[in-house]
């Protein structure tokens, strides 16, 4: 059976519209076919529902790029270990995406179609499998990890250090899942504010949001000496390799992969001129710029410039980072870092976009859920 791209993007698309309703009927056709499985989730599915929508639609797009592919199944086949997944888990989930496909589809549905995701799917679930059965034999499933150090930043702001129980190796620019105690089956996602270090230890930025289980756990309910458990490292934000200059742009607690990518640089011995531009509403929210300080006097080739957008009496840089950004220079021969919230990511890389910097050189992500 061979892989069809154009037939599974095409139908696909009919789907995305209605992502949300396709979602809990995915959800609730799987759980009606094999209800053991309803207590592998968390009590609340909004948050699954969107992710699961989010990994199908990025896996459904990169058909046609086999590498990129490879490289992101193998890390959804190692991140789903730490849910108690197993091969014969994938049967019963392709078996409701299947249906849900065919339900909101049917308009254009026929045999090709289904041969085309069968195909997809199943090329899909055996690299996931394989990534996974590989991983076993080297790394936990997930690691406990013990609180270091908790430092309330900002009233929603809080600064956790955790030291894993065992080696955890990551590239800087990954996040890892937590959970806590409080909340079992609850996992939310923080990227790692670090290069790595060799006491092995990580730190991560918490914003609390409101309702927010794990973030509002995090900052108010946990202390030193608790213990937490983490997913492994994912993600692809890695630092660059080359000689060029780099623009880190970093909204809110965007900072945090930004900061462990300009750590890696800086302690990899290459002196390329680092731009760090960090955007806030208020000053009072530049929450890690102290630290900032002190990387940039150590470092001669790192220049940091907050910015503040909604405090007039501020007398340094005032606007939003994505009018700020392209005021400054014009970026073009730089390796461009974005991230924070999704807002503030779009309209940052549009900037950069019109102002002649190449979509090659911009490296993103989207801090969900930030204001």
Wanted: proline fraction near 7%.
């Amino acid at each position: 059976m061979s892989l069809n791209p154009r037939l599974v993007k095409e139908s696909f698309s009919v789907v995305e519209p209605v992502a949300e309703r396709a979602a809990a009927y995915f959800y609730g056709r799987l759980f009606a076919q094999s209800p053991h499985l309803r207590g592998m989730f968390p009590p609340a599915m909004d948050i699954t529902r969107d992710r699961l929508f989010g990994s199908l639609t990025r896996i459904v797009w990169m058909l046609d790029s086999p590498d990129s592919l490879g490289g992101y199944l193998g890390q959804l086949g190692r991140d789903h270990r730490k849910y108690g997944v197993v091969a014969e888990h994938y049967t019963a989930v392709g078996n409701a995406l299947l249906a849900t496909i065919k339900r909101f589809a049917a308009e254009i549905w026929n045999a090709e179609i289904e041969a085309a995701w069968v195909a997809a799917y199943t090329a899909a679930a055996d690299a996931m499998i394989g990534a996974a059965d590989a991983d076993a034999g080297k790394n936990p499933a997930w690691w406990l990890a013990e609180v270091v150090d908790h430092d309330r930043r900002a009233p929603d702001i809080t600064v956790v250090t955790l030291r894993p129980a065992q080696r955890m190796d990551f590239v800087p620019g990954q996040y890892v899942n937590v959970q806590v105690a409080r909340w079992p089956r609850v996992w939310r996602t923080y990227s790692i504010a670090n290069a790595p270090r060799a006491d092995n230890t990580i730190t991560l930025h918490v914003r609390t949001l409101p309702g927010g289980w794990v973030s509002t756990a995090l900052a108010q309910h946990t202390k030193v000496g608790d213990q937490i458990l983490l997913g492994p490292p994912v993600g692809t934000m890695a630092p660059p390799d080359g000689e060029r200059d780099i623009l880190c742009v970093a909204g809110g607690t965007g900072l945090a992969p930004l900061k462990a990518v300009v750590e890696q640089v800086i302690s990899s011995g290459r002196r390329p001129n680092i731009s760090m531009i960090v955007g806030a509403r208020r000053a009072a929210e530049l929450y890690d710029l102290p630290d900032l300080r002190r990387m940039e006097s150590g470092f001669p080739w790192l220049s940091v410039l907050p910015v503040v957008s909604q405090e007039e009496s501020y007398t340094g840089m005032k606007g939003h980072l994505d009018e700020v950004v392209p005021r400054i220079n014009a970026w073009t021969g730089h390796e461009v870092y974005v991230c924070g919230p999704a807002s503030m990511v779009n309209a940052t890389v549009r900037r950069l976009l019109d102002s002649g910097v190449p979509l090659a050189s911009i490296h993103r992500d989207a801090i969900q859920g930030e204001p």
